[in-house]
């Protein structure tokens, strides 16, 4: 089992930049492919960004295709989504997801009942 902390959410003006961090702890993240999601009041849980296990494949929803990037450290444990460029859009409480990736393969998931291991949520606020 895999526990997620996220970070690094927080307020921002429009056309900034935020880098959320992803920490596991239980087991090592090499293992896992994650996601980022992201919920904005009044609306459901929509995909973000997805790498598969030890990063070999990405996957971004359109809206945030060059301006976020998704990335791993496994040494750290730990997954980024560099956020930049942000719009006022983008406010959301901003959640990652894991699942186990044995053996690891260059599968990545954007459904969200895909994954077993949530976070409890970073907000991010864009002000315009």
């Known amino acids: 089992q895999v526990q997620l902390v996220e970070s690094g959410g927080g307020l921002v003006q429009a056309g900034g930049s935020l880098r959320l961090s992803c920490a596991a702890s239980?087991?090592?993240?090499?293992?896992?492919?994650v996601g980022w999601f992201r919920q904005a009041p009044g609306k459901e849980r929509e995909f973000v960004a997805a790498?598969?296990?030890?990063?070999?494949?990405?996957y971004y929803e359109d809206s945030v295709k060059g301006r976020f990037t998704i990335s791993s450290d496994n040494a750290k444990n730990t997954v980024y989504l560099q956020m930049n460029s942000l719009k006022p859009e983008d406010t959301a409480v901003y959640y990652c997801?894991?699942?186990?990736?044995?053996?690891?393969?260059?599968?990545?998931?954007?459904?969200?009942?895909?994954?077993?291991?949530w976070g409890q949520g970073t907000q991010v606020t864009v002000s315009s």
């Open positions: 790498i598969s296990c030890r990063g070999g494949s990405t």
């Open positions: 997801a894991a699942v186990e990736s044995t053996p690891c393969s260059g599968y990545y998931y954007i459904r969200s009942w895909s994954y077993a291991y």
């Open positions: 239980g087991r090592t993240f090499s293992s896992y492919a």
